[in-house]
């Protein structure tokens, strides 16, 4: 309806189930939810990764896979060389 404002969902924790190397510069990411996302398409997730000293970072990415009901959602990631997040997903994350 117009008007409504949508209330952000409390951050939940995502399992990275698998990585693709799309280009040398671009990987997706294959995220477990803990419930079905109910995402549509064109929406995105907002990533934050959370340091042990309590330092956060946040960045946005779209979707890149198609709405399915299901639990699981792919984030295209492009690696940018002074990129915060984006270099921590490139460079250390791993599926599992």
Known sequence: MPGDVAVPSRWETARVVGITEETPR???F???LPKPSG??????FIVRLTAPDGYAAARSYSVASAPDGGSEIELTVERLEDGEVS???????VAG
Do not use: C, M, S, Y
Not at 39 to 44: C, E, F, I, M, N
Not at 87 to 93: I, Q
């Open 26 to 28: 671009a990987k997706t």
């Open 87 to 93: 270099t921590f997903l490139h460079d250390e994350v």
């Open 39 to 44: 995402h549509l398409a064109g929406q995105h």
């Open 30 to 32: 294959r995220l477990a």
